[in-house]
Structure formats: structure tokens, C-alpha cells
């Protein structure tokens, strides 16, 4: 079958083109050599031009033979031949499409010289194919660095205009490929020297130099491009992402406050300027360039979004609403929008309208979370039943993310239910879903809460079969076996697992602090449990950090560690159980 396809897909092609025959084409520049003829035999790589003068006005017999050999000999699997056909149909024809499919065979051999030449014809088929010319670029530099290729990347510059594109950042795109930076560099400066005029250069430079965290020629880059061009404002940008590269945010945001002043309404060096008010904590001033910038992109979404989420911080729940709304009627960022008017709707106590906002969220970031919160109110209003109905009607709208939805359930029957409710929800949920790995990740967890430690090993360890690199896995089975049994050495392998796959991660450092506390190595518990407290100032790593303190004698710097988490949360049981366990 494939075979009749591709014979009447040829015999298509072949008509449509002597249905074309009287249709002129583009000439070509003559050629010193002698066409591929119709008539049997293996055709040669060293191709020919038709006649003395090399011109083509229609399509001819070898027109279409050429093209149609190519593409029997490209099936065939025979590149070489087909380059070859290619190349003359291009040649004979002016078709630039041709030309193009010439040079791709060429890479697709990984002979360069052939794709040069093909390439070189494709340009001056098509002299305004931005991609011909990069190409042609790209492939002179890999054969020589030296290569001429200055009056190409001016073409590119020319080309890019005309899409409204910066043609230097494009240029720069095609030599990145083949030379090293200070090369590049060279180049692109002999390029922007071609363009005095255009500050798209220098500000092309300066993007190569933060490319390559040069920052001190990328700053230098940037003061040139200020100095040389001081009304164009994407100069002052660029030299305020330097200085934010090199760390320095006070200079930056001082540097952006005056190019702000300098250009009012430039949109781009307003928004990166409250970006860093937002950063430096400032939210009214960030708030008030927000608004400024909503003036100005009256279609745009981004300073909507910013004013609202900087309302809501600074307590400003109506404004917040408006914000959101507007991005509700822009149709932009509409999933993020409607997750915080439900979130606004939920502080006012409006459960109803919370929920009807949730319900709109219906993919991106929020989306779990939205889905969470439906449950928890609809329960909260004494519809459990209710709750648990709506969840079974998204399992069976939403196959595949059954998975999700059981995950919910099982919150809403943690706070609704009893424990045999939920492990038979588990048992019916992994039943219907064997294997799945956030499942039994979910149930073996919810096991060690219940004691059932012979739950929780059957089911991180089938997790950790499915999936060995599982650090999460492998840190729950391992604190758990440090923390309610006694075999701490298994525990302390599967930890040491865990912490070669995750080294930053604060939990799995506080779970090998608390497993050699177990162990009886105190110190070593102390650095690790300190480590993670510093990553994760968490009540439960400042429990095990306090109370192995305690036991080693420090117990005025245990106090200080858990009145310091009891200041930020007076209710914290993971504090107060040790506290009271060692009756402080």
C-alpha cells in the first residue's frame, strides 16, 4: 500500500507539472557545464549547465525529469543521486525550493562542500530567504572561520528589517554556531560598524557578552551603545540587566529610576523597574509603576496581573478584584485571574461565588489547588456528600487525571471521614489504577501517619521498583524506619539514596540528621539538622535540631530555636509535642 501511495503521489506530481509548462520561470546565471539528460543511465555528481547561455524560460523535459529522479532517488535512499538532480533541477528551473531541498540532502550526508554549493544557489535563487542566507553562513564559517561572510550577515541585517526583526540579533545567531566568542565578537563589531546608525548592533553585542557572563565587556559594551545612542531607551535596559547579572540591584534599580524619568512612557524600562520595587519589597512605588504601565498598554496583561497580586499583598482586596476583572475581560491570564477572585470571594466569606471563580480555573498553575478549594468549601458548607459526588463526576469527565481526583477525595475524607474510610478509598482508587505511583506514594505516607509501617514499606518500595531514582520515596521510607522502628541502618541507606539524588534538599537533610540522632551520632546529626533549619527554617527541622541539641547539653540554644518558630506560629505541634515529651 505504501508503495501505490508513493507511486500516485509522483504521478501527481508529475502532472501538476506538465500542467505548468507554460509558465515562465526564473532565469539562472550560466554555468560551465551540461544538463542531466531524460535518457537512461547513472546520472553524475559533476552536473552541466543546459546551453551556452544557462537560461531556462519554461519547463522542459529535463525540468521535469530532474525533479522526478530526485525525488525516486531520495525514496531509494540513494542521496547522492538524488543531491545531484536536485541541484540541476534548480539550476534548470530557477526554483529555488529545489535548491533548498539540495542543500538539506547535502547536511543530511554531512558533506558540507556539497551543501555549501547548493546553499550558494539557493541564496541567489531566493536572495531574501533569511534562512538561505544563514545557512550559507553557518556552513562558509565551518569550513573556514576566515570565510567572506560580511556582505551575507549585512543581507541578514537588510532581510530582518523587512520582517520588523533585529537582523543582528539574527546575524549573531547564524556565527555562534561556528566560532569562538571573541571571534564572534570581531565579526559582530565589523557588522555593526556597516550600520553606524542602527543602535540594534551595539545592543546586540552587549546581549553576546551577558550571553557569555563577560559582564565587564558586556557593561562596556552597554555604556557605548548609552553614550553613542542617548535617546533610544532599550540602551539603558540592556545596561540595567548588566548590572542586575553582575548582582548589583541598587545601582540597577537607581540607574532604571532615572532612565524611567528620562523615557515616561517607555513600557519596557517601566515594567523592568517596578519589576526591582517588587524585588527590593517597595510595593506602593511598584504599585504605582504598574498602574502607569496599565495606562500605556491599554491591551496588555502584565501589569494587571502584577497590580493585582501587589493589591491583594498590600491588603487591598477591592482594587485586587478590579485588576483581576480586567484581566477576566481581556481574556488574558484568565486561569490565574479567576483562581485569585475566588481567593478574594473566599476571604469575604463568599463561598458561592469562591467556588463558581474556582471552577473557572480550569488549567495552569492553580489549577490543583482551585480544584482543592472547591472541595473544602463545598464540605465546609456541610455538602460532603455533595463534594464527594462532584469529584466522581471529574473521574469520569477527566480519565486522565482519575488520579488527581482520588488524591482530593482522600483530603476531604482525611478532614471528614475516618482512617478505614480512607485506606478503603486508597485500596479502591490503586485497584483501579495498579502501579500508579502517586497513589502508592499517597497511601504509603498516610500509612506511617497511621502506624502501618507494613503499608508504607510494601508501597514506597513497589514506588522505588517502578522508579529507583524516587528521592521522595526513598526519604519517607527511610525517615519513617529511623523514626518508629529500630532499624536504623536500613534507614540510614535508603537516606543516603535520597541525598545523592537530591544534595540541596532541606527535608532530606533533616531526615539524615534525624536517623543518625537515632544512631547515636550526635554531631553529625547537629551539622546536618543546622544545614537543613538554615535552608528551611520549618517547625519540624527545628523539633529534631532543638531536641538533639537538648539532649547534648545545649539546651539554651534549643529554646532559641523553637521560641523562634513558636513566635511565627504559637500553635506549632511539632514544637510543642517534643517540648512536652521532654518536659520543658
Excluded at 310 to 327: N, Q, V
Excluded at 476 to 504: F, M
Aim: with cysteine.
Amino acid at each position: 500500500m505504501r508503495q501505490l501511495l508513493q507511486r500516485v503521489l509522483i504521478l501527481t506530481f508529475f502532472w501538476s507539472l506538465v500542467g505548468c509548462q507554460s509558465v515562465p520561470v526564473k532565469t539562472v546565471p550560466a554555468t560551465t557545464a551540461a544538463p542531466l539528460s531524460s535518457e537512461p543511465g547513472e546520472p553524475s555528481v559533476e552536473i552541466k549547465s543546459p546551453d551556452s547561455s544557462g537560461r531556462a524560460t519554461e519547463l522542459t523535459k529535463d525540468i521535469v525529469f530532474n525533479l522526478l529522479a530526485g525525488e525516486v532517488a531520495a525514496q531509494r535512499g540513494a542521496l547522492s543521486e538524488a543531491y545531484a538532480y536536485q541541484l540541476q533541477a534548480a539550476r534548470l528551473s530557477g526554483d529555488a525550493r529545489s535548491a533548498e531541498r539540495a542543500t538539506r540532502l547535502a547536511l543530511h550526508m554531512d558533506k558540507d562542500d556539497l551543501a555549501v554549493r547548493a546553499a550558494s544557489l539557493w541564496v541567489d535563487l531566493a536572495p531574501e530567504d533569511l534562512t538561505a542566507r544563514q545557512l550559507v553562513v553557518v556552513l562558509m564559517l565551518r569550513q573556514n572561520e576566515e570565510a567572506p561572510v560580511l556582505e551575507h550577515l549585512k543581507a541578514i541585517v537588510q532581510i530582518s528589517e523587512n520582517k520588523d526583526e533585529n537582523g543582528f540579533l539574527n546575524a549573531m545567531a547564524a556565527i555562534n554556531r561556528e566560532l569562538k566568542r571573541d571571534t564572534v565578537r570581531k565579526l559582530m563589531r565589523k557588522l555593526v560598524l556597516a550600520f553606524p546608525d542602527d543602535p540594534r548592533g551595539g545592543y546586540a553585542l552587549a546581549i553576546a557578552a551577558l550571553v557569555d557572563k563577560d559582564f565587564a565587556a558586556a557593561e562596556q559594551e552597554a555604556d557605548r551603545l548609552v553614550a553613542a545612542h542617548p535617546d533610544w531607551p532599550k540602551g539603558y535596559l540592556v545596561l540595567g540587566r548588566v548590572y542586575l547579572a553582575q548582582g548589583d540591584k541598587a545601582q540597577a534599580k537607581t540607574f532604571l529610576a532615572d532612565a524611567v524619568s528620562r523615557f515616561p512612557e517607555d513600557p519596557l524600562l517601566i515594567s523592568a523597574y517596578a519589576r526591582l520595587l517588587v524585588d527590593a519589597k517597595e510595593l506602593q512605588p511598584a504599585y504605582e509603576q504598574f498602574l502607569k504601565l496599565e495606562e500605556i498598554e491599554q491591551e496588555g496583561d502584565s501589569a494587571s496581573y502584577w497590580l493585582g497580586l501587589i493589591a491583594l499583598e498590600l491588603g487591598k482586596d477591592e482594587a485586587a478584584r478590579e485588576h483581576f476583572l480586567r484581566l477576566i475581560s481581556l481574556n488574558k491570564r484568565a486561569d490565574v485571574a479567576a483562581y485569585y477572585l475566588g481567593r478574594i470571594a473566599e476571604n469575604r466569606a463568599q463561598p458561592k461565588q469562591a467556588i463558581e471563580w474556582y471552577q473557572r480555573v480550569e488549567s495552569g498553575e492553580f489549577n490543583d489547588e482551585a480544584q482543592v478549594r472547591i472541595v473544602r468549601l463545598m464540605a465546609s458548607e456541610g455538602a460532603v456528600g455533595e463534594a464527594l459526588d462532584w469529584l466522581q463526576r471529574k473521574r469520569i469527565q477527566y480519565p486522565d487525571q482519575a488520579a488527581r481526583f482520588y488524591l482530593i477525595e482522600v483530603e476531604l475524607l482525611r478532614d471528614h471521614g475516618t482512617p478505614e474510610q480512607v485506606m478503603a478509598l486508597f485500596d479502591t482508587a490503586i485497584g483501579a489504577m495498579p502501579g500508579n505511583n502517586d497513589l502508592l506514594y499517597a497511601r504509603g505516607l498516610y500509612a506511617a501517619t497511621q502506624k502501618r509501617v507494613d503499608i508504607l514499606e510494601r508501597d514506597l518500595l513497589q514506588v522505588i521498583n517502578n522508579d529507583p531514582k524516587h528521592a521522595d520515596a526513598l526519604n519517607a521510607l527511610g525517615y519513617t524506619l529511623a523514626d518508629q522502628t529500630n532499624r536504623h541502618q536500613e534507614a540510614l541507606d535508603y537516606i543516603r539514596r535520597a541525598l545523592a539524588l537530591k544534595p540541596d534538599s532541606a527535608a532530606i537533610m533533616d531526615s539524615m540528621g534525624w536517623v543518625l540522632f537515632r544512631l547515636g551520632r550526635y554531631q553529625e546529626a547537629i551539622g546536618y539538622l543546622r544545614q537543613a533549619f538554615d535552608k528551611l527554617p520549618d517547625p519540624e527541622i527545628a523539633a529534631h535540631l532543638g531536641e538533639v541539641l537538648w539532649v547534648t547539653g545545649e539546651q539554651q540554644q534549643a529554646r532559641q530555636v523553637w521560641q523562634g518558630i513558636l513566635e511565627e506560629s504559637p500553635e506549632s505541634e511539632h514544637v510543642l509535642e517534643v517540648m512536652r515529651r521532654l518536659k520543658i
